[in-house]
């Protein structure tokens, strides 16, 4: 399957720490992305939303570096910097000239290793934390997605809200987050991607440099158990929300994580066929047709232990019903009949040049690099193109048999207060 | 970091004989390639029972064409693997492609074919003006947006940047398939369109491409379209929209320059000095500072008419009142107080590092530059832009903010308890 070489190289540093860089010539920029495995999914329950405050917090500084001096350093520098934190992985980011990776390196390692996490910052920032949830509260597709991602993961940590909610963050302090951190931020959970206009002798020497003197893990409470939740039906909630001007419904299905990249990869493709462009499946009966939905579109989201994939539609309420049923009887007619050689075709295509136009910039191979290397290992994504290229009609159909279901799914529906 | 790719004479500028723009960019590092086809009409151009038109034509492109259907459209774009879409602005619209670089010539040929020859199939209108109108009720969902349209629409007021592109209910409504013939007819030609490839392609081979599918298409006798647009006149005003929502969104509105205005570039200056990043003044006072807020920022659009400075902030209701003393107070400063050489030096920095950031794949690098040349500022442009954001001082700066930083229109919506009071205090 691993007929293409491995454009990039992966070294273990000897404190365990994993550096990936690929060097690209021409261009004056380099990206820094630095992925840690401490996401949502590391935080035990009654700490829900630590992980993604405290991506927040490291930015606050160190001992040696006061709030703010970081963020100043790299944007009067002409370079960006931010950060995002998910269930699987929390990670950090600088896009610079290349010329001045050495210089700003060495703070993002500072405030990743060494976070000061001081209390004052800490007040303050949990209320900008506390306005970002506010926010998202106003957003009916942000409640939609957490409604419908509690009832099909139910217990496990995918069903939280990454911002976890404003009752536990009061109650959380700094001396626990500084515990999250060092526990969490240690070498061999840590993965730096470096791409761009730098060869590789001096960029391992700049991340050995300043990616050494970790503190000692403390001892941490346990993140929450995450057993893989199973569906044993369809399940569904109707939810009404005020100033909404139109229903949606999704439906959800559970598939397997990281452990069954082909069957995730699948599962991409029979997204597409289903509803990626006008003269997919669903787009075409349902919008263009039939004039039933507003908008329809599919998505798998791969995760680390258990991925997701959604069907969505924007509709009016009167025809939510209906539209549930069609899907239903569109996915039995999928795990059904053959699927067609130029269908096959286009969706192969379809991600296949999805994936070449989402490699163009350093930044995105370098994000691309640090998702795999974070959930699964980054030379992985180069499986992707050839796994895609190798289904089969008949193999696609009867993963469509065995994972979309309309008998085991979950469906989350918005209407109008 | 990038200026050099813009650079003669790897920029290949062509015009042909139908007076219809070419610019060619060769960048071989990626299997891609990106055109973009700009029309020199924007909304601008529609009249006021019209608002909409363009967004609604441009979208109707690719719904059917004198020998192709919609469906056959959307089949030989999705059999490749491509991408063709369009969009409709203030001052200009486009068609936008992306192919790997073997699918070129016909997806490009397909975009020829829907740009010159539209059939605007009644049905498709029914279809679209549905999803349109639907697109437009939807709006009213997103706090920001609302708070935005309203601010928008006292700034502007007969203006046409006084509305979003996509119309009204009212105006999209009435929309007949002969106004879309008839805008067709008037702007689209080739002496009003400017095509930019940039990608693994030979400049030769983009050019003979353009010539074989839009180099036989002739431009009426007639004179080209000249856009007059009615007067603004400033009258501060505070609206405010009441919704149980849980947060507040403030918002304040200068009136400014327009990028032929030589205060353009200090007001972009500005823009990055106050409200871009995670070390600008608004993020570091308000957020950093006073936990007032997540989002807080500006933003100032380049526009070739009238332009709006806007500084922004979502907030608990209760803080409304303080967003926006901090807002207006951190704007307004900047009449009396000259910044420092260091914050002036900083914020070119950050502003043209980023500027360099933005031209990183062939599909920013198509828009950037044919987006120039559209405005009629040329692809000189881009490092004239450099040029004089280099030379602004702080006294520059200063005079910029003396000139438009007076009182603002205000857009407050929230819950009545926290806005109510707010704009009763602004009377």
Redesign the interface.
């Known amino acids: 399957m691993n007929s293409v070489d491995f454009p990039a190289s992966v070294i273990r540093l000897e404190n365990g720490l994993t550096l990936i860089h690929q060097e690209?010539a021409?261009?004056?920029?380099v990206v820094a992305d630095v992925w840690v495995r401490a996401g949502a999914i590391a935080e035990p329950a009654e700490w829900a939303g630590m992980a993604h405050f405290l991506e927040h917090m490291i930015?606050k500084g160190t001992d040696q570096l006061p709030?703010?001096v970081f963020?100043?350093a790299?944007?009067?520098?002409?370079?960006?910097?931010?950060a995002a934190t998910s269930h699987d992985y929390a990670h950090f980011y600088i896009?610079?000239?290349a010329d001045m990776l050495p210089q700003t390196l060495p703070y993002l390692a500072d405030l990743l290793l060494h976070a000061a996490i001081p209390a004052d910052e800490f007040g303050?920032?949990?209320?900008?934390?506390?306005?970002?949830i506010?926010?998202a509260?106003?957003?009916?597709d942000w409640l939609g997605y957490q409604a419908m991602s509690e009832l099909i993961y139910q217990d496990h940590p995918y069903g939280r809200p990454v911002l976890g909610t404003a009752e536990i963050l009061q109650q959380r302090s700094p001396e626990e987050m500084r515990c999250f951190h060092q526990a969490h931020y240690q070498p061999d959970q840590m993965t730096v991607v470096i791409t761009g206009g730098i060869p590789l002798e001096p960029t391992v020497e700049l991340v050995k440099h300043a990616f050494r003197g970790f503190a000692p893990p403390p001892p941490c409470p346990p993140a929450a158990s995450s057993r893989v939740p199973s569906l044993p039906g369809v399940r569904r909630e109707v939810l009404h929300l005020?100033?909404?001007?139109?229903s949606r419904l999704t439906m959800a299905w559970l598939a397997p994580g990281i452990g069954q990249l082909e069957t995730a990869y699948g599962l991409d493709l029979l997204a597409a066929i289903l509803a990626?462009?006008?003269?997919?499946r669903l787009v075409?009966e349902l919008?263009?047709d039939r004039?039933l939905v507003?908008?329809v579109g599919a998505g798998f989201s791969l995760q680390r232990e258990c991925s997701l994939f959604t069907i969505q539609a924007?509709l009016e309420g009167d025809d939510v019903d209906r539209v549930e049923a069609i899907v239903c009887d569109r996915l039995s007619e999928l795990a059904a009949k053959p699927i067609s050689e130029?269908e096959l075709?286009?969706a192969?295509?379809?991600?296949?040049?999805?994936y070449?136009?989402s490699?163009?910039?350093?930044?995105q191979l370098a994000g691309l690099y640090g998702y795999y290397g974070t959930i699964a290992a980054a030379d992985r994504c180069l499986s992707y193109v050839p796994i895609l290229q190798s289904y089969t009609g008949d193999r696609l159909r009867s993963l469509a048999d065995q994972y979309l279901t309309p008998l085991r799914y979950v469906s989350t529906i918005l209407h109008p207060a | 970091m990038t200026a050099s790719l813009l650079q003669a004479p790897r920029l290949h500028r062509t015009v042909l004989a139908n007076g219809l723009t070419v610019l060619v960019l060769e960048n071989p590092v990626a299997d891609i390639v990106s055109a973009r086809l700009f029309i020199r009409a924007g909304s601008t151009f529609e009249a006021p029972h019209q608002a909409g038109l363009v967004s609604f034509l441009m979208g109707l492109l690719t719904k059917g064409s004198d020998t192709l259907s919609s469906m056959a459209i959307a089949e030989t774009v999705e059999s490749v693997g491509a991408s063709l879409g369009t969009d409709a602005a203030a001052d200009y619209s486009v068609i936008s492609l992306k192919t790997v670089s073997a699918d070129f010539a016909e997806i490009f040929a397909l975009a020829a074919t829907v740009l010159r020859q539209p059939s605007f199939p009644p049905d498709e209108i029914d279809l679209e003006r549905r999803l349109t109108l639907q697109q437009i009720r939807s709006m009213q969902e997103q706090p920001f947006t609302v708070a935005f349209n309203q601010l928008r629409r006292d700034m502007y007021g007969e203006h046409p940047y006084a509305l979003p592109g996509i119309g009204t209910e009212a105006t999209v409504s009435a929309i007949t398939q002969q106004d879309l013939v008839d805008f067709h007819r008037q702007h689209m030609r080739p002496d009003n369109v400017v095509v930019t490839i940039v990608g693994r392609i030979a400049p030769e081979a983009a050019l003979a491409q353009v010539e074989k599918t839009l180099g036989d298409w002739m431009a009426p006798a007639t004179p080209l379209p000249a856009l007059t647009l009615p007067p603004v006149t400033s009258a501060p005003t505070c609206s405010v929209v009441t919704q149980d929502t849980n947060q507040a969104i403030v918002m304040v509105g200068y009136p400014a320059a327009s990028v032929k205005h030589p205060a353009y570039p200090a007001l972009k200056l500005i823009n990055t000095y106050l409200g871009n990043g995670l070390s600008s003044r608004l993020f570091v006072e308000l957020r950093e500072k006073r936990g007032l807020a997540y989002d807080v920022s500006a933003f100032y659009p380049t526009r070739l008419g009238l332009s709006q400075f806007v500084a922004y902030i979502g907030t608990a209701p209760e803080n409304a009142a303080t967003a926006l003393e901090g807002l207006r107070f951190e704007v307004e400063r900047l009449q009396t107080t000259v910044l420092s050489d260091e914050e002036l030096q900083s914020a070119k920095n950050k502003l043209l590092g980023q500027y360099a950031l933005g031209k990183q794949t062939n599909a920013q690098i198509a828009q950037l530059l044919g987006w120039y040349e559209i405005l009629g500022l040329g692809v000189e442009y881009d490092q004239q832009f450099q040029d004089m954001v280099a030379a602004v001082t702080v006294l520059d700066a200063e005079a910029v903010a003396q000139e438009f930083f007076h009182t603002p229109y205000i857009s407050l919506l929230g819950p009545e308890a926290a806005v109510a009071p707010l704009a009763a205090a602004q009377a």
Do not use: H, K
């Open positions: 690209i021409a261009t004056p920029v930015f709030p703010g963020d100043y790299i944007e009067t520098q002409g370079g960006m910097t931010n896009a610079i000239a303050r920032e949990r209320q900008v934390v506390l306005e970002e506010r926010q509260q106003d957003d009916p005020p100033r909404l001007e139109q990626e462009g006008r003269s997919s075409r919008r263009e004039q507003q908008d924007w130029a075709t286009r192969q295509r379809l991600l296949c040049n999805d070449a136009f490699t163009e910039a350093p930044g």
